[in-house]
């Protein structure tokens, strides 16, 4: 049968077979323990908070708990765990890094991951309060930017979101919601803990709400020694928030965040590096004015990002050291504007602009002589418009359109609409469906840095289709959801023979042909017990790498007392490694939280991964470490 036959016959039967077997809401990450009302409100499917209910497009959402109980320096590890259809990737117990061997690699139902050995996820925009979060020359997320400490919550787009957000948001959105106050007082916690191979994570945060003023600061400090030689992660972090409500329909914020890592990449274990270490700054700022009325709201943005990165690219044993060091300074800044109103009963429009400049200057500097070898010095923009218009009709549906148009200095004008429908159904269901098309600007390292840069490339495109379906029963004790896709896109770029000469050239001739389903459930018992679990599997026509065929989580839940306890159990099969040998790998892995509080401001905690001891890789010639533990303290006053 013809895929898009199969993908039809699917679409047609999907709607009847929800209609026997109810399913669950699209915020299923969402514990049912943490959900009072059946609705709930998001701001990154629309950037005016909304309730979910009422978008087209699968939104999945992990919460401030969540993220606790992963005890995790990193957000990506709770996504992993409570997102259907997103991994990303990992290669020891904490730290990513970047260059050759980083892992960090992030994709959402196959897109995203990169198609080829070395290169960094570009099909995923990662945000911080909707603030667009990348490195201006390399064009990807940083991972180890991204710490749970700043995190109320993780909104994730699993499918296109490029209305909106523009480029990079082929894939999906990471949007991470940054912490407040809710109410007036002083909240202060410390975590500190240690574990195998010379593990050691701490954080400080404090919140403080007085009247109209509100901050939040946050510290952390990460090491480990690593589970393999010449494997050392050393981080440091900071994250400042400040608010104000100038009036009483305005508020002003402003923020910033820093993060410094030390990290050492020890190569593939057949192909050992010597002295392979990175020394990587990043930081960003922004400032904010919202205003939010009864039947209207916006917020006028400037934000900045920059990096400092020092590579020394290292040498396999026996060979001479290099006498160059890697350098480069990167910014990304820019303005984004959006109003959106209510005209009349049961409608939402939305109108933005985003102005973006993205850059930056990259040099080989010698250690001999100290002189230079300039190897980028380059900067693009980017300015869009973009309009999104929702109209409830009656009771029973919502109607979605948008449309952006976006200018890039290189590649010129593209054009991006989509539309969704969202129908209401008794019982607290939903039936959802929505058409979206997503597309990529090439980075300035694929027009401009390191062979095989091609100046004229153009940008990737795809268009994704979904129907999902979801519902609240018992009460709101047991959710499901579950959804399908297709998505097909080409002008991928690849790295392919020059056919003018030798060597190789950027060029795009890459296709994507991807389909798949994903459903999750989650069901409280009581207040002391709860399970969940999610489930995705993934058809590729065109294999990627970090995107597994098959990932399933099974999760429980147990509080009561002084005592909580949280155990997930994951498993992935299908998952390429090497594209080029066709080498996948499968495994289980078994995680445990344990927490006891001791007094009411004390607690004490401990944590077990991978407790089956699995052997596994997630990047080809990166074993990860077996069995591991880590302990430590809590206190909040």
Sequence with gaps: MDRRMRFSVAAMIFPAFFSVWPAAANDDAVPAERRDTISQVVVTGTRNAADIRHLPMTISVVDRPMLEKSASSSVLPALNAYVPGFFSTSRGLIGYGVSEGSAGQMSVRGIGGPAQAGLQTTGVLVLIDGHPQYMGLMGHPIADSYQTMMAERVEVVRGPASVLYGSNAMGGVINIVTRKMQEDGISTGIDIGAGSYGTVIGEVSNRIRKGRFSSVFSASYDRTDGHRENMAFEQYGGYVKLGYEIARNWKVTADVNLTHFNSTNPGQVNSPYMDNDQRITRGMTSVAVENGYERTSGSLSFFYNWGDHWINDGYHPGETPLNYRFNSADQMYGVSLYQSAEFFKGNRITFGFDYFHF????????????????????????????????????????????????????????????????????????????????????????????????????????????????????????????????????????????????????????????????????????????????????????????????????????????????????????????????????????????RFRILDWLSVYVKGENLLAQRYEIIAGYPMPRATALGGLSFSF
């Design 359 to 594: 850059g930056g200057r990259a040099w080989n500097r010698f250690i001999d002589d100290g002189h230079t070898q300039v190897l980028a010095d380059k900067a693009v923009d980017e300015i869009a418009g973009y309009v999104d218009f929702r109209q409830d009709i009656g009771r029973w549906i919502s109607v979605d359109a948008g449309f952006r148009a976006d200018w890039h200095s290189v590649t010129g004008t593209e054009l991006i609409p989509q539309a969704g429908l969202a129908a209401h159904l008794p019982e607290n269901a939903e039936l959802k469906f929505m058409a979206s098309k997503g597309y990529r600007n090439p980075t300035i390292r694929e027009m401009y840095m390191f062979p095989p840069q091609n100046p004229d490339l153009e940008p990737e495109r795809l268009w994704s289709y979904e129907i999902s379906a979801s519902q609240h029963l018992l009460g709101g004790k047991l959710h499901y959801s579950a959804s399908i896709f297709y998505i097909n896109g080409d002008n991928l770029i690849m790295r392919l023979p020059n056919p003018s000469g030798s060597g190789m050239l950027n060029q795009n001739s890459g296709k994507i042909e991807n389909w798949g389903a994903e459903a999750a459930v989650s069901y409280r018992f009581n207040g002391t017990w709860s399970v969940n679990g999610n489930y995705s599997w993934l058809h590729m026509e065109n294999p990627v790498l970090a995107s597994p065929q098959h990932k399933l989580y099974v999760g429980a839940d147990f509080s009561k007392g002084r005592w909580s306890a949280s155990t997930g159990v994951q498993y992935v099969s299908g998952l390429y490694t090497d594209l080029t040998a066709r080498t996948t790998e499968d495994f289980v892995l078994w995680d445990l939280q344990c």
